[in-house]
Nanobody, 124 residues
Framework: QVQLVESGGGLVQAGDSLRLSCAASGRTFGNYAMGWFRQAPGKEREFVAGINWSGSRTYYADSVKGRFTISRTNAKNTAYLQMNSLKPEDTAVYYC?????????????????WGQGTQVTVSS
């Protein structure tokens, strides 16, 4: 069992940056791939970024490529999402998720554990 807690969301202006954190419980954090997803009002949850168990492989949605960076520190049981050059269309609830297969996947149904989400609002 893995419990995930996101933090770092907030209200920012277009062009600003935010760093989201995802703190995981349990001693097996390093065995899981991690992903960040987001869900805007009235829209389906969508994949944002993923990272494999070691941090050697990352994958991004086209909409955030070049602006967002996913990373992890296994010694701290924490994953991160650095978001730069934020746009109003990035406004959503952001969720982190853990995947027991340890490889990067993009479908939400493939992830086993989810955090409660953190709100990111970008004003124009």
């Amino acid at each position: 069992q893995v419990q995930l807690v996101e933090s770092g969301g907030g209200l920012v202006q277009a062009g600003d940056s935010l760093r989201l954190s995802c703190a995981a419980s349990g001693r097996t954090f390093g065995n899981y791939a991690m992903g960040w997803f987001r869900q805007a009002p009235g829209k389906e949850r969508e994949f944002v970024a993923g990272i494999n168990w070691s941090g050697s492989r990352t994958y991004y949605a086209d909409s955030v490529k070049g602006r967002f960076t996913i990373s992890r520190t296994n010694a701290k049981n924490t994953a991160y999402l650095q978001m730069n050059s934020l746009k109003p269309e990035d406004t959503a609830v952001y969720y982190c998720a853990a995947d027991r297969t340890s490889t990067v996947r993009t479908a939400s149904y493939e992830y086993d554990y989810w955090g409660q989400g953190t709100q990111v609002t970008v004003s124009s």
